[in-house]
């Protein structure tokens, strides 16, 4: 059974800080990676894919992927209030299904 | 931007009916799934539809359900018969391929079986 493990949190971090999450893997043969993000009563949306080992960024977002360890992690930079959510690590798990982490609830305090 | 669709945004039925579940994915994807979470816990794997065949499922996809692509827009999951188990959120998606490809979300059916 393939695992996805992401710290639940909650996380807590103050308006422009750094915000790390991190997910780690059970399937040394995955190469897809997947965050989303989750506001409460809504559905996962996309934030970023990344599929080789380093970083990947988009906007104040940076994923990071080291597949040796397997190990994703998002950092969010210059945090805001609005991206107070719960992220979700998803990781492709053979042929097309992605296999969820139960998510890391993220609260940034203005 | 194109987005998934989906509908009722909320259906409420009593156990031992059949249900169906609406969804249209975005126009120029070929690969659509169904993935449910119950209230506080992980999004989980339904189903993938490829080519209008089932391409993979889970272990929670049993003789109960069933999916069809019954036009050339609409995605649809039937429950045949519901439990009050099947009480959770379904969520469509959708992506140009399968395997590595990013996969993108609807909006989610609440469904509440009483």
């Known amino acids: 059974q393939k695992e996805v493990e992401q710290n639940s949190g909650p996380l807590s971090v103050p308006e422009g800080a750094i915000a790390s999450l991190n997910c780690t893997y059970s399937?040394?043969?995955?190469?897809?990676f997947f965050w989303y993000r989750q506001y409460s009563g809504k559905s996962p949306e996309l934030i970023m894919s990344?599929?080789?080992?380093g970083d990947k960024e988009d906007g104040r977002f940076t994923a990071q992927l080291n597949k040796a360890s397997q190990y994703v992690s998002l950092l969010i930079r210059d945090s805001q209030p609005s991206d107070s959510a719960t992220y979700l690590c998803?990781?492709?798990?053979?042929?097309?299904?992605?296999?969820f982490g139960k998510g890391t609830k993220l609260t940034v305090n203005p | 931007e194109p987005e998934v669709t989906q509908t009722p945004s909320h259906q409420v039925t009593q156990m031992g009916q059949e249900v169906i579940l609406r969804c249209v994915p975005i126009?120029?994807?070929?690969?659509f799934y169904w993935y449910r979470q119950i209230l506080g816990q992980k999004v989980e794997f339904l189903v993938s539809?490829?080519?209008?065949?089932?391409?993979?499922k889970s272990e929670i996809f049993d003789d109960q359900f069933s999916v069809e692509r019954p036009d050339g827009s609409n995605f649809t999951l039937k429950i045949r018969s519901t439990k009050l188990e099947d009480s959770a959120m379904y969520f469509c998606?959708?992506?140009?391929?399968?395997?590595?490809?990013?996969?993108?979300f609807g909006p989610g059916t609440r469904l509440t079986v009483t």
């Open positions: 998606a959708s992506s140009e391929g399968g395997g590595a490809y990013e996969q993108y």
């Open positions: 399937d040394r043969g995955s190469q897809s």
């Open positions: 990344i599929y080789s080992n």
């Open positions: 998803a990781v492709e798990g053979g042929s097309e299904k992605l296999v």
């Open positions: 126009s120029n994807h070929l690969y």
């Open positions: 539809f490829y080519n209008n065949e089932i391409s993979e």
